[in-house]
């Protein structure tokens, strides 16, 4: 089978099982199961709990130990597992404690399946920078087809969406064990020191000014990215309370309105070797940075009537946001740390944009939320929760270009000329 259709296919499943309940377990919580809202929020800090320690241990243990195509096969059987057992669950703290180990086991996979397409192109010789962007469309791809298959068959308050998610992980762990061999690096190397038996040379990036500045930042949009996923299809269900809005087409299908934005994703993963070649990796990434201020400033604009096109549009600009920091991140540690740490490093970008990043997201969005944006009701005053969103983009963005400082190395501008 060709090496690229091999990725293609783990890259849409790697996905598929997220979408399936990612954007729809806030239906199922609240319409299904009657929990609370504060204990909801405890169920996204989950992704960012996980993330914090996993990417990183799990990259260590690829680098060193296991081939990280075998690993990330045992992290997807693991999850299909916790995932077909959430249905079961009876109440919001063991609920926690069930969705927290299945993020155990999902999370790592992300940065796993980065290291495993790029050692896998890279051994057949295939440009990493200009081949890859087509393949991991596939998994957005992915991720809009599970959002659909849950939408069209009104599983978004069902368990159904639990039982669809495990059935992918289960099918995708057999899988994985097929994909081309990915075998540690780092035991080729005689460095012996002790941060490098406990496998803790990633850390050391932090050391160099470029790579802290760029891990600091990837915690900020990290949390913007988390902002978007909690309250993003929260925001439009809750217009059904507004007789205007009721019987519209984006209050009936919320998932597949909040899907727009995966599909605009599409686009712009394609565009990103043309961006990178034209602007440089410094300027894509402040892309992405303006981009999310145009995310929620249009969200604090828009409703499912008039204001629709608001809403639409920003599920377009979302793909820029989303794909030219999370995609060129991941190519800028790939080109720039050595390939004994690759699985490491990737590790390290993923637990700061999905740990830290997403912990901060949560934890600070629902005390403002709270305390600045809620009626004594429990309505929300969502343009003005959208509008601190926004606010908070720009303040990044404009700090960004003065810190971030650097030049190509060898491997970054060969990349770029060549994408």
Known sequence: MNIKFRLILMNFMQFFIWGAWLLTIGAYWFQNKQWSGAQFGAIFSTMGISAIFMPALTGIIADRYINAEKLYGVMHVLGALTLFSLPMVTNPTTFFWVILLNMVFYMPTLSLSITVAYSALKRSNIDVVTEYPPIRIWGTIGFIAALWTVSITHNETSANQFYIASAVALTLGIYAFTLPKCPPLFNKTDNKS?????????????????????????????????????????????????????GSIAVKYPAIIMSISQISETLFILAIPFFLRKFGIKYVMLFSMLAWVLRFGLFAFGDPAGGLWMIVLSCIVYGMAFDFFNISGSLFVETQVPPEIRGSAQGLFMMMVNGFGALFGSFTSGVIIDKFFTHADQSKNWQGIWLTFAGYALVIAVIFPFVFRYKHNAALKLAIEHA
């Open 194 to 246: 002790l941060v490098n038996s406990l496998g803790l040379n990633a850390f050391a990036l932090f050391k160099t000014p470029r790579f802290a500045i760029f891990f600091a930042f990837s915690m900020l949009l990290g949390a913007a990215l988390q902002l978007t996923n909690a309250y993003g299809d929260t925001f439009i269900h809750d217009f059904k309370n507004v007789a205007e809005y009721k």
